[in-house]
């Protein structure tokens, strides 16, 4: 069992402690092996997963149960291994409580395909949470999510490389809020970073940051995300990030203007890329991560889908024909990842 002093300056992979510098391209945030069907929704009934259905599942307009998960490490391998041959070195994998996570099969995947795969830890939003969760203090969270990386998470021996991702909904609960300062210890006391799934309002991010602070949280290794279905205005985007708060935005590939959850105007990949610009020329390249966040079976290739290996095949050969240049591409997959990783 790792001490923090065995983590200090190290990154842990669901197969253990490594180098930082061997991580290679990182995304940061993806579902490999997972479940996100609401528990308290019925799947008696539902349509099965066809081609026809393929527009209204990708858009969220149709709920398929056997799209919104995937408990099969060969159809995770096949995606990993995809993604790792056009470049991912390591895949982030923030499946945590409510999701059913499955820490042995992450090792599975990870050991058959040779990619890295980091681990998150702790809840999702409230609706997901387990019922044992109900009155639970923030010392109780936060003594499982260290447990979670020091010992295993989830009754193995795989053990979280990253906090989170802490899910909050709207309105926002008190138990999330708990969980939430629960996880803030456990990031202080084991050197960890930590990456939050804000609720689906542009101000919320904003609210987390206010939240975070007088608990004395490092919001340079604070990670914010789904940028992209959140802020859609220059003014909230600058006004956070001039926070000090890591921004990331994770759902390339995703193309459509319609998003189901909430009455907000997806961006397309092209001015999520305009957006980081912005950030960047304002002096933020240092707080920008970006991933796919895939955790609908429909987002695989096999599928129809973009798969993990989308920024790799698509988006970065855009943004170097878009002015990018080469090492704000490796600050941005290799740099900022890499220390967001390392714990201190």
Known sequence: MPTRADLKGKAQTVLGIVDPATLGDVLMHEHLLWDINPPDVPTEGLPPMTVDRQWAMVNG????????????????????????????????????????????????????????????????????????????????????????????????????????????????????????????????????????????????????????RPLGCDLSRTIIDHIDRTIGDDDRLFALADTGVVLEWDLFGQESTYYAPADFDMPNDIQRLRDIRKLIDRGHLSQIVISHDICHLSHFTRFGGWGYGHIHKRVIPRALKRGFTQAEIKAIMVDNPRRLLTFV
Request: hydrophobic share 40%; with cysteine; charged share 20%.
């Open 61 to 212: 307009e149709v709920h398929v149960e056997a799209n919104l998960k995937n408990r099969s490490v060969d159809v995770a391998v096949e995606a990993v291994a995809e993604a790792h041959a056009h470049g991912a070195g390591t895949i982030v994998e923030l499946t945590i409580g409510g999701l059913k996570p499955d820490p042995e099969g992450l090792a599975e995947v990870s050991r058959r395909t040779g990619c890295h795969i980091v681990m998150g830890n702790g809840w999702y939003v409230d609706q997901y949470q387990h019922r044992d969760n109900i009155g639970r203090s923030a010392d109780s969270f936060a003594k499982e999510m260290i447990a979670q990386v020091f010992e295993g998470a989830w009754g193995t021996s795989v053990r979280a490389g990253i906090v989170g991702e802490i899910g909050c909904q709207w309105p926002w609960t008190e138990r999330e809020k708990t969980c939430l300062t629960g996880a803030v210890v456990a990031m202080q006391e084991t050197g960890a970073s930590l990456t939050i799934h804000p609720a689906r309002v542009p101000d919320h991010p904003m609210q987390l940051v206010e939240f975070l």
